[in-house]
C-alpha cells in the first residue's frame, strides 16, 4: 500500500543537544573526523543504517536515547568541543585572510561559482562524474582556504540515477524521490519568512519558477535551484527532475534556469544576507554559460548598451572547459534557442541576433545553424583554461577556429591542473599514521594547505607500518566488495543459498587493481578484456594472481556503454575468475571512499588525448595507491618511474581503433606481468616488498602537494580569479563604452591594416643560396613598414616573432618581441617600426613580423582574434641558419 502524500516528521532535540541540528546542516562534517564520530555516537547502529547521515540519522533516534545524551556530560562537552571548532573554522581567518599586507584589498570580494552539478556528500547526491565531485571538491578546498565562492547549481528531485544490473548483466536505472526537507539544505527565505523565488519568462507567456535551497559547504554557502514549485504548470515543475536528463528543450531550460537564474539567485541571497555582490563569476563548464547573459540585461537596464554590457561581463568572468571531446558540449538548434529568448522570452531588451551570435560556430567545419554553449562560455570570458597541461593544449587546438590567424599555441586558453580534497578522500587510516608522525594539527594543514617539505616527512615512516597499513585498507575493501556484491546479486535475483562462493571473493594479500568511473567508449572500461586467456592467466598465477575491482555508470540513453557494462559483467560472473575480478554497480562516492584506499594500483587507460584531466587517479595517490595510467590528463603532467607505471600508447602508430586497442593491451598486459606484479610480490631480507613499499612512500611524498585540490584553489585564485577582479574594477560603466567603441574602430579598419615592407640587417651576415648564416648572439636590426588605416600606434603592437623552423619553416617555440614606431606616418600614411632581433638559439633559425591590436584593458594580444602577417611584402627574406 502507497501513501497518498508524503511529508517530514522533524524531530524535537532536547535544548541541551539543538547543536546537533546546526552541526548536521553543514557539510564540513563530511570531511571533519571529529564531528562523524560525535554523530556515531549518537547510535552507531543507526550511523550505519542512515548511510552516515546526520540528518537521517537525527530524524531516527528515539526519543529515550535524545533524553540519554542530554543528561550524558561527556557527550555534551563533546558537543560544545565541535561547535566551537565549527565557529573558529567558519569565522576565523584562514589562507585568504592571511595574505600579506595589502594583498587582501586586491582579492576578489566574492566569486560565484557555477557548475550543474556538485558532488559534496553522498548525504547530497547531486553528481553524475568527476565534473561534480571536482565541484564539490573545489567548494570545499574553498572553504578550507578562506575564499569567498559563493556555488551556483540545481537541485534535482531525483538526483542522478541509481544503478542495478539484471541477470544477464544489463544495467538498469533507478531515480529515488528526494525530499529536500530530509536533505542538509535550507530554504532561503524573505525577511517575511516567505520563501525566495526566482522567476524566468518562457515563450507562450509561460514562466518557470524555483525556489533557491542553500546547502552550507563550511564557510561556503551553495545555492540549488529548485522547479518542483506549485505555480508552475507540469512540464515546467519537472525541469529540474533529474540531471542530464530529458530532451533538447529541457537541457536548455535547466541550463537557462541554471545561468540565468542563477544570477538572479545570488543576487537575493546577497540582498537578504549581506554578502559581498561577487566581482567574479567562474563557469564551471558551458552548461551555465547563459549567466553572462543575464548580467548583461543587468547592465543594459542601468543602460549600457549590448557591445559595452559585454566587454564588462567578460571581464569578471572565468569559463573552465572540462571536455576534450566536441561531442561531450551541448549544442543546441539555433531556432530553439531563439525561440526562448527576445520579446516572447526570457531576456526581451537584449536583440535575439546578438545572443545568438555569441554560441555560434563561425569558423571552419563548425555548423552554423547550432548554438554551442562552450563557444558562448569562451566568448563571453576573458580568462578560460583547461584543467590539465595536456588538456589546456588540447583545448587550444580544438578552439582555435575562434582566434583565427594565431598558431594553437597562441590561443588565450590556460590550464590549472584539477585536484582532489585530501580531507575528504584520505582514509582515515592515513590519516592517523601521518598525524603520529607530524602531530594531528599539521597532518590537517598538510592535507588542505600543501607544502612538499612537510609531505617529505613520510620518509621517516617505517616500511613495516606502512605495509601494514597497506593490507589494513587491502582487507577492508574486501570486507565491503564481499557485502556490495552479495547485495547485487540479491538485487539480480539470486538466492541466498547460491551465494556462498561469495565469501571467497577477493583476498587480503593478492595484488588488487582498481578501475572506475563514466563508462564512456573512450575511456576503454574493456580495455583489459581485449585477449581473455592472458587476463585470466593473470588473474589465477599460481603464485602472484591479481584481483580487480571494477565499477562505473553508462548514461542511461548510451547503450553502447551499457553493452561495455555487460560485457565486462559477463566476464566477471564465470565460476573460473569470479572470485579475483568483480564489478560493482552503483559507483559513487560512498563506494569510492573505500575503492581508492583498498587498492594497491589504480589503472586508467583512456584514449589519448581525451582523458581532460582524470582525478581518480590523484585520489588513490593520497591513500598511497600506485597509478598504472595512459600518460594523459595530469599523470602525463607528473608521472615519474620511481612511483608508478606509464602504459605505452600507440595514437599515431596505428591505423585503426581496434589495431590500436590490441597494441595498447598488450602494452599493458605486459606490465602487469613483467614489472607490476613482480614487484609486488618480490619480497626483501625482511619479508617485506621493500621496493614496492618504496614506491608508495615516493608517491605520496611527490604527488602529495601536486595532488590537492587546495594547490589547485590557490591557482585559481592567484591566476584567474584576482586578475579577473581587477580587469572587472578597471572596467566601470564609462571604460566599457570606450573599450566596445575601440574595438568597433578596430574592426572597422582591420582589413585595410597590412605589414607591406620588411627589411633586416645583419652585422657580418653572409648570403648563402637563399638562406643567410649568423653567428650566435649576433643582432638583426629589423625595419619595418605598415599601413594602420587611420589607426595609430597606440591601436597597435607590431612585434617580429622569432624561433627554431621545422622544413616547411613552421617557427616553434616562438618569441615575440615588440618594435617601436619611428617617427610619424610618411606621406602614404604608412608607419615605419624598427626593433633588434637576438639570435640567441643555434640552428635553422626564422622570423616573422605580426600586427596586433593593443589597448590597455585587454587580456591578451589574441583577445580580438585578430592578427595581420606579412603577405607579398618587399624586402629581405626571414630566414637564417644558426651556427
Known sequence: ????????????????????????????????????????????????ASGQDPVRLLGTVSSARLAELADDRRFLRRLAAAV??????????????????????????????????????????????????????????????????????????????????????????????????????????????????????????????????QAQVGRVPLLLLDSDVEEN??????????????????????????????VRAVRTYCRLTGHPEPEVFHTNEGHAGFLGLERIRELAAQGLEFDAALESVRAGTVFTTHTPVPAGIDRFDRELVARHFGEDGELPGVDVERILRLGMETYPGGEPNLFNMAVMGLRLAQRANGVSTLHGQVSREMFAGLWPGFDAAEV??????????????????????GARQVGASRAEEVLTAGGASRWDAVADIPDSEIWELRRELREQLVT???????????????????????????????????????????????????????????????????????????????????????????FADDPRVRHRIVFLPDYGMAMAQKLYPGCDVWLNNPLRPLEACGTSGMKAA???????????????????????????????????????????????????????????????????????????????????????????????????????AHSHRALGLDEARELAEWKARIRAAWPRVAVDHVEAAAAGATPRGDTSTAELGSTLALRVRVALDGLVPDDVEVQAVSGRVDPEDSIADARAAALKPVGGPDLEGRWTYEGPLSLDRTGPFGYTVRILPSHRLLASGADLGLVTLPTGTTGDGGGVLMR
Open 1 to 48: 500500500m502507497k501513501a497518498i502524500r508524503r511529508f517530514t516528521v522533524r524531530p524535537v532535540l532536547p535544548e541541551p543537544l539543538r547543536p546537533l541540528s546546526e552541526l548536521a546542516r553543514n557539510l564540513r562534517w563530511s570531511w571533519h573526523p571529529e564531528t562523524r564520530e560525535l554523530f556515531q555516537s549518537v547510535d552507531p547502529e543507526g550511523w550505519a
Open 480 to 570: 565491503e566488495v564481499r557485502r556490495r556484491l552479495f547485495a547485487s546479486w540479491r538485487q539480480r535475483g539470486a538466492g541466498t543459498a547460491e551465494l556462498g562462493w561469495i565469501s571467497q571473493v577477493l583476498d587480503p594479500d593478492v595484488l588488487t587493481i582498481g578501475f572506475a568511473r563514466r563508462v564512456p567508449s573512450y575511456k576503454r572500461l574493456t580495455l583489459m578484456l581485449r585477449d581473455r586467456d592472458r587476463l585470466m592467466d593473470l588473474l589465477l598465477h599460481p603464485e602472484r594472481p591479481v584481483q580487480i575491482v571494477v565499477a562505473g555508470k553508462a548514461h542511461p540513453a548510451d547503450d553502447s556503454g551499457k553493452r561495455l557494462v555487460q560485457e565486462l559483467v559477463r
Open 233 to 262: 504548470g507540469p512540464g515546467e515543475r519537472d525541469v529540474t527532475d533529474r540531471l542530464y536528463g530529458g530532451g533538447s528543450e529541457h537541457r536548455l531550460l535547466q541550463e537557462m534556469l541554471l545561468g540565468v537564474g542563477g
Open 412 to 433: 588565450p586558453i590556460t590550464s590549472i591542473t584539477n585536484g582532489v580534497h585530501a580531507p575528504t578522500w584520505v582514509a582515515p587510516e592515513v590519516f592517523r599514521l
Open 84 to 213: 566551537d571548532d565549527l565557529e573558529d573554522y567558519t569565522g576565523g581567518s584562514r589562507w585568504y585572510q592571511r595574505r600579506g599586507p595589502g594583498q587582501e584589498a586586491d582579492l576578489p570580494s566574492a566569486i560565484a561559482y557555477f557548475s550543474p552539478e556538485f558532488g559534496i556528500t553522498a548525504a547530497l547526491p547531486q553528481y553524475s562524474g568527476g565534473l561534480g565531485i571536482l565541484a564539490g571538491d573545489h567548494l570545499k578546498a574553498a572553504s578550507d582556504l578562506g575564499a569567498p565562492l559563493i556555488g551556483v547549481g540545481l537541485l534535482y528531485r531525483h538526483g542522478y540515477f541509481r544503478q542495478t544490473l539484471s541477470r544477464e548483466g544489463w544495467q538498469q536505472e533507478h531515480y529515488p524521490v528526494l525530499d529536500p526537507n530530509e536533505l542538509p539544505l535550507r530554504l532561503l527565505r524573505e525577511s517575511d519568512g516567505t520563501p525566495c523565488q526566482v522567476v524566468l519568462t518562457l515563450p507562450g507567456r509561460r514562466s518557470l519558477h524555483a525556489y533557491v535551497w
Open 622 to 724: 593520497l591513500n598511497g595507491c600506485l597509478n598504472l595510467s595512459v600518460l594523459d590528463g595530469w599523470w602525463d603532467e607528473w608521472y615519474e618511474p620511481d612511483f608508478g607505471w606509464a602504459i605505452p600508447t600507440a595514437d599515431g602508430a596505428a591505423t585503426d581503433d581496434d589495431r590500436r586497442d590490441d597494441l595498447e593491451a598488450n602494452a599493458l598486459y605486459e606490465l602487469l606481468e613483467q614489472r607490476v606484479a613482480p614487484r609486488f610480490y618480490d619480497r626483501g631480507r625482511g619479508g617485506l616488498p621493500d621496493r614496492w613499499i618504496e614506491m608508495v612512500r615516493q608517491t605520496l611524498m611527490n604527488l602529495g602537494p601536486k595532488v590537492l585540490a587546495g594547490r589547485m584553489v590557490r591557482e585559481y585564485v592567484e591566476r584567474l580569479y584576482t586578475p579577473a
